[in-house]
Antibody
Framework: QLQLQESGPGLVKPSETLSLTCTVS??????????WGWIRQPPGKGLEWIGS???????YCNPSLKSRVTISVDASKNQFSLRLSSVTAADTAVYYC??????????????WGQGTLVTVSS | DIVMTQSPDSLAVSLGERATINCKSS????????????LAWYQQKPGQPPKLLIY???TRESGVPDRFSGSGSGTDFTLTISSLQAEDVAVYYC?????????FGGGTKVEIK
């Protein structure tokens, strides 16, 4: 059974960089056709896709966040990571990692991690 | 970006009754090459991640009860819960995956009347 687990600091200071890692178990992150993504949800609000990465390192990012987002993959550890720079209180959210596919177009997100709350505060 | 608009924001339905949620996309999510609508529905219960219910607008994910059904094409879609159960209390989101960035609707909260 595929499982995804987010990890990282729960508190980040304004202007600093948020860093999270998603560990995948039950399947190889190098499985063909699958992209591994980050989605966030501010408290009490809706869902926003941040970006996704293929095991080869190919990435797609939301243009609204692209200048601040770095997504990387470590296939040897079956992990992928998110870095979001210059954070503000507006970046406070539950951050989820999830799986989807990309062929000519995307697929739905079929597996999700439990999510981790990151609060931006001094 | 494709904007996804859900209605209503919330609804209260009696147990055993039908619940209907609407989702409208700002442009068509029907891909003519394969005649598929790139539209998914998710269920999110408090403190949990979203759970995929339906993809391709009308295909139920494995294990999803058949009281959940999706319909629609192009820009207008509907999620129907045919007979509401207590465990269906949740927020439901539609999502388009036709283009980058994938985008979600604002959510519809379903409660028991």
């Amino acid at each position: 059974q595929l499982q995804l687990q987010e990890s990282g600091p729960g508190l980040v200071k304004p202007s600093e960089t948020l860093s999270l890692t998603c560990t995948v178990s039950g399947a190889s992150i190098s499985s063909s056709s699958y992209y591994w993504g980050w989605i966030r949800q501010p408290p009490g609000k809706g869902l926003e896709w941040i970006g996704s990465i293929y095991y080869s390192g190919s990435t797609y990012c939301n243009p609204s966040l692209k200048s601040r987002v770095t997504i990387s993959v470590d296939a040897s550890k079956n992990q992928f990571s998110l870095r979001l720079s210059s954070v503000t209180a507006a970046d406070t959210a539950v951050y989820y990692c999830a799986r989807h596919r990309y062929g000519s177009r995307w697929s739905a997100f079929d597996y999700w991690g439990q999510g981790t709350l990151v609060t931006v505060s001094s | 970006d494709i904007v996804m608009t859900q209605s209503p924001d919330s609804l209260a339905v009696s147990l055993g009754e039908r619940a209907t949620i609407n989702c409208k996309s700002s442009q068509s999510v029907l891909y003519n090459s394969n005649n598929e609508n790139y539209l998914a529905w998710y269920q999110q219960k408090p403190g949990q991640p979203p759970k995929l219910l339906i993809y391709w607008a009308s295909t139920r994910e494995s294990g999803v009860p058949d009281r959940f059904s999706g319909s629609g094409s192009g820009t207008d879609f509907t999620l129907t819960i045919s007979s509401l159960q207590a465990e269906d209390v949740a927020v439901y989101y539609c999502q388009q995956y036709y283009s980058t960035p994938p985008t979600f609707g604002g959510g519809t909260k379903v409660e028991i009347k």
